[in-house]
């Protein structure tokens, strides 16, 4: 009697196995990628994905203008910084706020953070503390976000 041996074809095992290929399950007749249908769904949508972020960054890069300046301080004053979107000021104890008036019989609302809280990129008045104060001035409202602007080397 003689066996007659036949090879799989790539068609019957999967898209990609050939005979003696390593990703082919023998047992199985599927490749890896056909066993595995959840981290194939995965790798094709992460790579989707950073084609299209990589695609939005390129658009961003090249066709809107940036302008980093805008957020540097451009003149100082005692107690104040210009911005090109506005100014802010600062009180003695160095909140950008008002002078804080430690007497008052109000209910005080304390809003604490970093630039945006400042307000840096919309300036005074335009602050979320300011327009909670607009809304409910029944109450103190004090800014406590930190601010650290750097003094150029040749302002003394």
């Not at 095992?13 to 047992?27: E, I, K, L, W």
């Not at 007497?103 to 809280?117: E, I, K, L, Q, W």
Request: glycine share 10%.
């Amino acid at each position: 009697m003689q066996v007659v041996r036949h090879h799989r074809r790539a068609r019957d095992v999967g898209f990609s196995a050939r005979p003696g290929s390593a990703r082919a399950d023998p047992a199985s007749g599927r490749d890896w990628w056909h066993r595995h249908p959840w981290v194939t769904i995965l790798a094709i949508n992460t790579v989707m994905l950073l084609l299209v972020l990589g695609a939005a960054e390129a658009f961003l890069h090249f066709y809107l203008p940036y302008n980093p300046g805008y957020y540097m301080a451009f003149e100082e004053q005692p107690g104040v910084y210009r911005f090109p979107y506005g100014t802010i000021s600062y009180n003695s104890l160095g909140f950008p706020d008002d002078e804080f008036d430690l007497a008052t019989t109000r209910p005080r609302v304390g809003y604490f953070g970093d630039s945006v809280t400042r307000g840096v990129g919309a300036g005074e008045g335009y602050r979320i503390s300011d327009l909670l104060e607009a809304v409910s001035p029944d109450h103190a409202h004090w800014t406590f976000g930190t601010v650290w602007v750097p003094k150029p080397a040749w302002s003394g």
